[in-house]
């Protein structure tokens, strides 16, 4: 894989550490991403065009830890959002916060 652009972290796998528990072993990496929104409802941006399938759909809102910032929204996760409405969904530090255009919690 060939880097465009930006800094990379490879950890040295000489000193990473085997955890017996999860299988994994303890090391670190990054992936960066530019983050972008359908202008549609919170569950359209959520299902990305996969069926709506009712536990499944709970499920990730639990493990993503979006309940209760779903149940601050009047709409819930039917809330329109993207560029083209008044407010967009912004992530920070595992928290959601809607802003408007001018990056301003709403």
């Known amino acids: 894989m060939k880097r465009i652009h930006g800094h990379h972290y490879?950890?040295?796998?000489r000193k990473a550490t085997y955890d017996h528990d999860t299988g994994l072993f303890n090391t670190?990496?990054?992936a960066a991403q530019s983050a972008w929104l359908l202008n549609a409802t919170i569950r359209e941006n959520i299902l990305f065009g996969e069926p709506y399938d009712a536990e499944r759909y709970a499920e990730?809102?639990?493990a993503c830890a979006l309940v209760k910032d779903l149940e601050t929204l009047e709409g819930g996760d039917m809330t329109?959002?993207?560029e083209k409405v008044k407010c967009?969904?912004?992530d920070f530090r595992g928290s959601m916060y809607l802003v408007d255009r001018n990056n301003e919690s709403v």
């Open 10 to 13: 490879l950890p040295d796998p």
């Open 88 to 90: 967009t969904l912004s």
């Open 28 to 30: 670190v990496a990054y």
């Open 60 to 62: 990730v809102i639990r």
């Open 80 to 82: 329109e959002i993207g």
